[in-house]
């Protein structure tokens, strides 16, 4: 899976960067064509300006020579815009030229003699123009003795191009766009997986250690009572059958919050709701965790000032929220943990539950990724550290469930602090 995932996410970078050069090359291309037929439609327009002029110019002549040669001949030694046609008359042909071969821009034009001297100009035609304009010789041939030549100056309109392959642009955007979010949910999907995968490995490790440890006490349990010597002492039976006892109740937990993981998962948890007085729950979990906490040289000091201290909540569960975050507290800590418990009240009627630590602390990422299931901080060189990561993703779904919210502050070094806020009996009843 490692080799494979990079290799998976450069294939589809590869695949999503050629589509998108296609895609521009095509845009280009199509381009490249519209300016082509531009190009030709000057072109055309210039080639049928020219033949229009020479035709009025045959008309206004009065001659009429049928015989192509002679047409051509007569053209290139008497063929001359000055004197036979006026300004408008040629802004007018020129005009009804280029509409008609779908050009309707602006346009200027000039027209200049054998001696490159201008005969006639549209007012916005300028000298300058000239090497940038198209040109046709008036006259058949380059050599006639009074060659002229139509200049003419269209500026190429990129926003009309634009306009008639936008339907084009649009859909290659739409589709491209399409793609790149296809391409970005796969990544992303491929993420998810390989993280998944990562933590369903650390689960069943973090499992089978916790299961692989109370029954091998179990088992040597057993074992000492099969043995001689103990199967007549009375008082060694009642330890080790005490010990038994222990290990099955610890096991039956362990199983538990896994099933509860997954009942919360499903949303089938369903919540005994009465009014519970916090102090004494409090009180009570503390009691029972105090001497695992003795034991280890440390102090839980109780600070529970609240005066609104009753709450619309299920014991059970609000008595696990208490007990999971003192648990976590005590886990967590590098030496002899020192935790207090504080409850005040804050606005709106509710009640605020704190409870500070002397633990190894937590970085920024960490803190964001807590109350994640499966998700285990990283304890540097603790090692004594046991759990499945589902403690706090319990709490932070039962704390949701009664409506309340939890955060949690943190230094690295220097502990943490869980803040869980509920509504008190009177928020909830105002």
Known sequence: MKKIFPLIVVLITLSVAGIMLIQMSWINKALELRRDEFQRAIDKTLNESAQEIQDQFMT?????LFNKSDRSYYLENNFTTQGFFSRDELHGIIENTLRQNGIKQPFEFCILNIFRNPVFSSDGFKQEDIPNSYNIGLANDKSAMQQEVLYLSVPEDKGIIIREMG???IVSIVFTTIIVLAFAVTVRTLFNQKKLSEIKSDFINNM??????PLATISLAIDALTNEKVIHDADKIKIYSSMIKEENKRMNKQVEKILQAARLEKEEIKLNIQKLDT??????????MLLQIQEKNGTLSLNLTATNHIIDADDVHFSNIIFNLLDNAMKYSKEAPHIEVQTLNTGNGMLSIK???NGIGMDKETQSRIFEKFYRAHTGNL???????????YVKAIVDAHSGKIKVESVVGKGSTFTVILPTSLAVAG
């Open 60 to 64: 206004k002549q009065q001659t009429h």
């Open 167 to 169: 339907w084009m642009i």
């Open 208 to 213: 089978t250690h916790e299961l692989k440890t």
């Open 279 to 288: 102090h004494q729950i409090i009180s009570k979990v503390a009691e029972n």
């Open 355 to 357: 409870i500070k630590d």
């Open 383 to 393: 090692h004594n550290v046991k759990g499945f990561g589902l403690g706090l993703s």
